[in-house]
């Protein structure tokens, strides 16, 4: 593989140059002002898989198009899909960034923007390492496919409308993706599951106006106050959520998987610290990393009602919004929590209100075997080019569209993370280890020629 | 009283283009950059009080400046001293007014303007009562003091303090507000009681920056979720707060009392209707005119975490807010329950938070007798001009200065509201109707009289 580090090592600049080029795009798909920058997104990636040589179409679909790109065919060779996405999330509140979200901005061995590690940065590792191939080799040793989307932020409709009839299409052996982060600082991770989510927005209707809490409070149902009584009880004073038979499908954690997760190098005390908390609470009878990863878990996303400026206003508001989640663990099915939910809000509804539930997305979560052989190429993989052996972990997050990819394409899913933890992803100064992101494309490049000797 | 009657007719017209000109001062007393338009409202006035022959100031505060006007001494003839306030509630959300807040516009029979009702057109009928008798009589039948404050919407602070060294200055028999609303139309009201409040801002701190609800939530606390849990403990499924001693110094009902609201022609359908909410829930063992009243209540009055925007962000915010507040009744001392509440929230509070609670203002209830030789001079006076007399009622909001006023002075309290209780304050589309406008300044000549010849 000599030819091929040199020629990472060569044009290393170049390629930090087009990632750059890339985050300059603001393809923020929750937001539909951002539809040119979706479009722009996809085009720059269109025209990279081109100039490499590989065939690449624009998929247009419902909302933001697909890129789908594929090698030149190798004869009995095995192929990998590579999945990614272009969108990132909201850049919001731009007045906490150091330096603008949409201008790519090299800190400290760092580079900050919004999409660095989420996925912009880590997508185009495995695009970049097979430019490599391709000039040093003059051809892959395995095929290689790209699925690369633009909803990934919003829950992927458009790709799950376009598996459906793809599966012969994208039949591949294994499925890579890097969207992720590393257990640490120089210890890299493979990450053998993924929690699901189920997303939601919850709209209390009280009064048709804002009426003086003085004159009124006390005489109608506070929408706001409901709000907060519906949000409260949705989980218990131990940390459970409250909606019936929640539990009921969730996969328990083995003993042996106990075992491996609390012998991860995990300093619980530094984690609060870099989080600036001074304690942590979650789900009785868990330990941190399994509440994290391998427990469901409720977040209250977002609230707003009333007056929010400066100094008193008193309101009684003729309205209240929540935004919050439930991440799942296999083998939660969302409608079935979302049915749940539709009971519970009923249940804690107090008269005078109109609750409306807004299903925003949902998705299962995804485990993979430890047994899987692409686990062991992947692993000599990142080895060889990170220096050691990786850790196996599962990770809190979703990719909503993994479980599907999975179900379609009845391949193995390699998750390769390439990030940090503290890449403040979706927060402002979002960032990517620009050490990371060349570590990447390295363990990327010796992954198609360990792939491709997989008996 | 022919003659007044006349003059009043005569200037209606000019009267209410003066309330207009009053009404485009955008003096807002919560927003700072509203700073001279708060001066510009006070300057108006004193000139207004000076066109009238009267002595006026302005008195300069720490917060924003009194108005403090006296008609011409009248030897051995009683004295009234007027309150109202000048300060009008932020005027937002701006798209939901039909017309500009601060460009007051007619529609059937309505002047729509931030402040039309609450309090710039009910405080200016005492004006213009007063400019009648001047004008058709040469003086007063009493002596009037004024006292115009512009702090009545954050809390009154700077005219608690100037109080506290005025009370010879400032000597009155009875103290005359309009600042509320009749009972229904054409059913005019005296108030003999008012709530007071507590007003509170609870913000929530968790991590250092927001963070990923997929790689983070469950390990930490989330300050959006603490936050409900927060709010949503201060009172039980019963409706009751549960802040320790909450109500050990509520003045309980008097059956009597009970009674006489019993009898009141309130038709709690047509009530629920008119706020366009299908019922109605609050305290239990109480009706709904004594929860609104003459009971404590508990408001949410603005929330806002996270994110807000369209679609899914999966973010465990770093911070949230909420505005809150308890109206009191009789006799619940506001800094009793900011102790309390300060203990319930060390109660409520889960690990790996940090809850700041600020007090934004607070002020007792009030009851006047219902023996005041004054009430029975105001109903007569309310009488003449609304042609039936009024029922006695009480009120759910806080006028937070009245209590102060009352044990400062020593001075039994006329609580005259004029505006009805669809006037939409303090939402958008706040209005006066102008027949009450002109009815008020009627009440307002005939009370001069009436309180004149007290005993």
Not at 215 to 241: E, I, W, Y
Not at 340 to 359: A, Q, R, Y
């Amino acid at each position: 593989m000599t030819d091929i580090d040199q020629y990472l090592r060569l044009h290393g600049e170049r390629f930090e140059a087009e990632l750059c080029d890339l985050l300059r795009i603001a393809s923020v798909s929750a937001q539909p002002e951002c539809r040119a920058e979706i479009l722009r997104a996809a085009d720059w990636l269109d025209a990279r898989f081109r100039r490499l040589g590989f065939r690449s179409e624009i998929v247009a679909t419902e909302g933001c198009p697909l890129v789908v790109a594929e090698s030149p065919h190798v004869e009995g060779a095995p192929t990998a899909l590579v999945y990614g996405h272009y969108d990132v999330q909201p850049a919001d509140p731009l007045d906490r960034w150091t330096s603008p979200p949409f201008e790519p901005t090299r800190r400290g061995g760092n580079l900050y923007a919004r999409g660095a590690t989420d996925d912009k940065g880590q997508m185009l590792t495995h695009l970049l390492s097979a430019e490599a191939w391709v000039e040093c080799r003059g051809a892959l040793p395995l095929n290689l496919k790209y699925v690369i989307e633009g909803e990934e932020e919003v829950g992927s409709r458009s790709l799950e409308t376009y598996l459906a009839g793809q599966a012969d299409r994208l039949a591949t052996d294994c499925i890579v993706i890097s969207d992720g982060a590393q257990f640490a600082p120089g210890i890299p991770a493979i990450c053998y599951g993924l929690r699901g989510i189920a997303y939601y927005e919850l709209r209390v209707a009280g009064p048709n106006r804002d009426l003086h809490s003085g004159s009124f409070g006390g005489s109608v149902t506070n929408p706001a106050g409901a709000l907060a009584k519906v949000l409260a009880g949705m989980t218990d004073n131990q940390g459970r959520v409250t909606i019936p038979g929640f539990y009921d499908d969730v996969a328990p954690l083995s003993d042996q998987e106990r075992r491996l997760l609390a012998e991860l190098p995990f300093d619980e005390t530094e984690y609060l610290l870099q989080l600036g908390v001074t304690g942590t609470w979650g789900e009785e009878g868990y330990t941190l990393l399994e509440r994290r990863w391998a427990r469901p878990a409720y977040d209250v996303c977002g609230l707003w009602s009333g007056y929010q400026g400066e100094g008193a206003k008193t309101i009684l508001p003729a309205t209240a919004h929540a935004k919050f989640s439930f991440r799942l663990v296999p083998n939660q099915d969302p409608h079935k929590i979302t049915q749940g939910i539709k009971w519970l809000l009923t249940e804690l509804c107090p008269p005078g209100i109109e609750l409306e539930l807004v299903d925003l997305h949902g998705s299962p979560g995804l485990l993979v075997s430890l047994e899987s052989p692409y686990v062991d190429a992947a692993a000599r993989a990142i080895e060889q080019a990170f220096g050691r052996r990786p850790v196996l972990t599962r990770e809190g997050g979703s990719i909503p569209i993994v479980a599907t990819l999975h179900e379609t394409l009845r391949a193995d899913v390699l998750l390769l993370g390439w990030g940090q933890n503290d890449d403040n992803t979706p927060a402002p100064d979002e960032k990517l280890s620009l050490a990371d992101f060349h570590r990447g494309i390295r363990a990327s490049a010796r992954l198609w020629q360990e792939l491709a000797h997989v008996p």
